[in-house]
């Protein structure tokens, strides 16, 4: 298991795309265990759902609300996985500040403002103003303003510490104690025998005292006036670290309309984006996102594809080299798991055996690059990643079961979402192959009509309310009828040539049954889509597959919906999530505990949670495009729109998005009617 924090090679076994790692199983259940043995004590991972957090990857800082790096818990200034500085603690005058507010600057940053009385005015009032701004790469700026109508002499001492532990161990409580300090040039150093950090000081301190990690300044203010004093903490003795962020292939797009919390929601999805890119070290201009900060800080094949998908309003970029990390990966040989790409196992809940990203991402890499195709990837890239691609397809042609259906695990389950999947790839990959005048199209369109009969035939369970879709079928056929947020993938078709949505899994009424099923309470939690419905054996309000909200999963339920035209299904899904963003400071965190939403109530975090998480913000970005509807056909020069009737969030404009490489602006109405404001010269409006 990659430890957390760390940033896996991407030939190595990739970070397991699921939230708390020390919770969920990355293989088979174990056996049960002889009577009377204990069961071992999982460690348990700490909870960060209160803490502030600034990434711009591979730096990462966790701070408590009030600012001060205690030594304690989880906080403190890392990079690449390791913790640089765990304690920093300010002191004005010989008193803590009282803190006041702590809060988010943007994706990489933040300020923790807090007050000193020193005692020389009568009162309750404070006379000095701290404000700390504190940023991924390592850097802190302290700023002391003095409030009192009289020249003032402070002692300012700051209380440094760190173990240099990873991160991994950190999370399951053996980072170890303190290291011994020296004194640097204008701070102090610390070392192991494979790791070093110091932090400087700007101005450099009066003092420094090695055996107290301690730096002091004396400042003078005057009535009103400031000083500053900037921390610098690298794993070098250089003056400042790089912040180890790469060239940003996303376009910097906005959001504006009469809903001011979308323009809000979408900015910091994108900006938590570009804070979570990562430089693949085999290929260092290539880049992908990381699934999520603090615990999976690395390479996740399925998630970062689900990303990439997301984000191709945003250009083609992500898309194109996260595809060539992902074929650098894939099994080379002809056995049966040749042309998969490969990915750990994940949880699926109490009701199902653990299921395996790999297969997962092998299905999705063919329909992210024929969608990327319609949204107009360079043809150069496109022939790059074809064979890929073709390879991929040639694995799912193998790995399909003599029913038709894919086993995932082989032997186990047929998952519904995997058939869905498996389903896309097929009729997407139909598609890419015929636009690419490559052979095989035709048998791909014929076996996605094969899966198509069989799925309706197998997976449906009728009943007095409609019916439903079954969670999956096992080894011998007999269906699990739970409810789940899966069943949301089965309306995710894709797109296809000519701006036109590819054919699902499901027919017309049963679309309209499913619709029906995730927009009624049981599913819709009013924050967004449960992962479980409500009675179901095994709910969990908490449970990551088995009742929590996933964002992403909630995003593709309202696309989906919208796409298929059920407008009051999605709309009320989308104002749900919309407000749960509103509630998080529009970072979404991965998962939150699906607690029916009542009058004056807020959603609930899931302490394990990864916030942010690379899902929940392409979350933000698709639910948003999905309004506008936007159908493009790069290669044909042809772009549609589709918008949700009855414009659920009143007008709104999106601009700055890319469409054959070009800028691309779209405004919908207040009445829902779409219109292109900007695009390329070469595109026309399709039907």
């Not at 919770?23 to 960060?48: I, K, T, Y």
């Not at 899966?451 to 969670?471: K, Q």
């Not at 040539?497 to 499913?514: I, V, Y």
């Amino acid at each position: 298991m990659p430890r957390p924090g760390h940033e896996p090679r991407p030939r190595r076994r990739p970070a397991e795309p699921t939230g708390a790692q020390t919770r969920r199983h990355m293989s088979h259940p174990a056996p049960p265990r002889p009577p009377g043995v204990p069961a071992a004590r999982r460690s348990e991972l700490p909870p960060v759902h209160g803490a502030v957090i600034c990434v711009a990857a591979p730096c990462l800082v966790i701070s408590p609300e009030h600012g001060q790096l205690t030594g304690q818990g989880i906080d403190g200034i890392y990079r690449s996985g390791r913790r640089l500085l765990s304690r920093c603690v300010l002191r004005v005058g010989g008193r803590d500040p009282v803190a006041v507010q702590g809060r988010s600057l943007g994706s990489d940053r933040a300020a923790f403002t807090a007050t000193v009385r020193t005692g020389a005015e009568p009162g309750p009032d404070p006379d000095i103003g701290v404000e700390r701004v504190r940023h991924a790469d390592g850097t802190e700026r302290i700023t002391l303003r003095s409030f009192s109508a009289r020249p003032l002499r402070l002692p300012v001492e700051v209380l440094l510490g760190t173990d240099l532990a990873e991160l991994a161990a950190v999370a399951a409580g053996r980072a170890g104690p303190e290291l011994p300090a020296g004194v640097h040039a204008a701070g102090l150093r610390w070392s192991t025998g494979e790791a070093q950090t110091v932090t400087a000081a700007e101005p450099p301190p009066d003092d420094a005292l090695a055996s107290a990690g301690l730096l002091r300044w004396q400042l003078e203010l005057g009535p009103g006036e400031s000083r500053t004093i900037e921390l610098r903490t690298t794993q070098d003795r250089v003056v400042r670290a790089s912040a180890g962020q790469v060239a940003n292939p996303l376009a910097d797009a906005r959001a504006e309309g009469d809903d001011p919390r979308a323009e809000a929601w979408f900015r910091r999805s994108i900006e938590d984006l570009g804070a979570l890119l990562l430089r693949d070290p085999e290929a260092p201009g290539d880049a992908f996102v990381a699934a999520g900060a603090p615990w999976r800080l690395g390479l996740a094949p399925a998630e970062s594809l689900w990303v990439a998908r997301m984000a191709l309003p945003l250009g083609t970029g992500l898309a194109a080299a996260t595809l060539r990390i992902l074929a650098r990966t894939q099994t080379d040989g002809r056995g049966p798991d040749a042309g998969k790409i490969p990915g750990p196992l994940r949880g699926a809940g109490p009701q199902l055996p653990p299921g395996c990203t790999g297969t997962e991402a092998t299905l999705a890499f063919p329909a992210v690059l024929a969608e990327a195709r319609l949204w107009g990837m360079p043809e150069e890239e496109l022939a790059r990643l074809l064979p890929a691609a073709e390879r991929c397809l040639d694995w799912l042609r193998g790995a399909l079961g003599e029913d038709g259906l894919l086993a995932d695990p082989d032997p186990g389950p047929r998952r519904c979402e995997t058939q869905a999947h498996a389903h896309r790839a097929a009729v997407l990959g139909a598609d890419l192959l015929a636009g690419c005048g490559r052979p095989g199209a035709e048998e791909w369109r014929e076996r996605a009509a094969a899966l198509r009969e069989r799925f309706r035939a197998g997976f449906w369970i009728d009943g007095p309310d409609g019916g439903r879709p079954a969670s999956a079928l096992h080894p011998d056929g007999r269906p699990l009828p739970r409810l789940t947020g899966a069943a949301a993938h089965l309306l995710d078709t894709g797109l296809i040539g000519g701006g036109r949505t590819a054919p699902g899994l499901l027919d017309r009424a049963r679309s309209e049954q499913l619709a029906r099923l995730l927009g009624a309470p049981a599913m819709d939690s009013g924050w967004g889509l449960r992962s479980m419905a409500v009675r179901e054996p095994g709910h969990n309000p908490f449970g990551h597959r088995s009742g929590a909200v996933r964002a992403y999963e909630s995003a593709v339920a309202v696309a989906g919906l919208a796409q298929a035209g059920f407008e009051k299904e999605a709309a009320g899904l989308l104002r749900g999530l919309l407000d749960a963003a509103e509630a998080f400071g529009y970072r979404l965190p991965e998962m939150f505990a699906a607690e029916q939403r009542t009058t004056g109530s807020a959603p609930v975090p899931h302490p394990a949670a990864c916030r942010p998480a690379a899902v929940a913000a392409a979350a933000g970005v698709h639910v948003l495009t999905a309004l506008a509807g936007i159908r493009p056909d790069a290669p044909s020069g042809t772009v549609a729109l589709a918008p949700l009737p009855g414009a659920p969030l009143g007008a709104l404009r999106l601009a700055g998005l890319r469409v054959s490489g070009e800028p691309f602006a779209v405004r919908i109405s207040r009445l829902g009617l779409g219109m292109v404001e900007e695009a390329a010269d070469a595109l026309q409006l399709g039907g």
